[in-house]
């Protein structure tokens, strides 16, 4: 759902605009029934707003004042302007303001209608859009930090691994696990384990060297982790070969 902030300064209005046009089938949300522009650049500020059907003339700031501060501060809310008649030229210098469009007083149900779902596929074009440049960074980021994880092995650490992409080692964290459904210390663990295996087939390594090998100092507690990821030993392992 999108969210609808309502602004207008007649009660009867902004309740008939709410209550009375079937949003939720738009794919549009009713979050605030602004009184005035104050209210609304007010609410713009500290939450979520994707669309702001607003009243131009108002009281404390008009619509065209809400429209002229959004537009300053390059927000993303669309405004759609309801007019009278009399408002029409006054509606159209506010298009400099990137104005999406406006609708005449008193609302006809066909007019909000194709207009909201006109409104609705753009926005929905626009996140598709984001999520594209959105899924190739997330990409790239990702497969740094795996080749990263790849070549240095022994020794990689989430706090190296966040320097590389330009991130906190929490948010790196978060970061991988979101995206790859796994724990950035599971994965550098499965690396050491899958090297270890390979190790291993060459004959002339011992136990207590692939330890070494892969960044474990203690040779007992790479055997107990080795066991558990393929459950044999790493001797069981180089025997079933």
């Known amino acids: 759902m999108y ?61 065209i004042d809400v429209a002229r501060e959004l537009f300053l501060k390059k927000s993303p809310v669309k405004v759609i302007f309801l007019s009278g008649y009399k408002d029409f030229e006054f509606a159209q210098q506010a298009l400099i303001y990137g104005v999406k469009n406006y609708i005449v007083k008193p609302t006809k149900y066909d007019e909000l209608m194709n207009i909201f779902m006109n409104i609705r596929e753009e926005l929905n074009q626009e996140r598709k859009k984001s999520a594209e440049p959105e899924g190739c960074v997330a990409d790239k980021v990702i497969a740094v930090i795996k080749k990263y994880v790849l070549e240095r092995y022994r020794d990689a650490a989430l706090e190296e691994a966040a320097e590389l992409v330009h991130m906190s080692p929490y948010y790196v964290s978060k970061y991988f696990k979101q995206k790859t459904g796994e724990n950035f210390s599971d994965f550098v663990m499965s690396v050491k384990m899958e090297k270890a295996a390979q190790f291993l087939k060459e004959i002339d390594y011992k136990t207590y060297e692939i330890s070494d090998m892969i960044g474990y100092s203690n040779p007992k507690n790479f055997t107990r982790t080795f066991k558990k990821y393929f459950g044999k030993s790493p001797r069981e392992f180089r025997n079933a070969e």
């Not at 209005?13 to 650049?41: C, D, H, K, M, T």
């Open 3 to 63: 969210k609808l902030l309502i602004a207008d300064d007649e009660y009867e209005i902004r309740n008939g605009l709410s209550n009375y046009f079937p949003w939720g089938e738009v794919g549009f949300e009713v979050v605030l029934l602004a009184e005035n522009g104050v209210q609304a650049i007010e609410y713009t500020e500290n939450h979520e707003v994707d669309v702001l059907l607003c009243d131009i003339r108002m009281p404390l700031l008009t619509g």
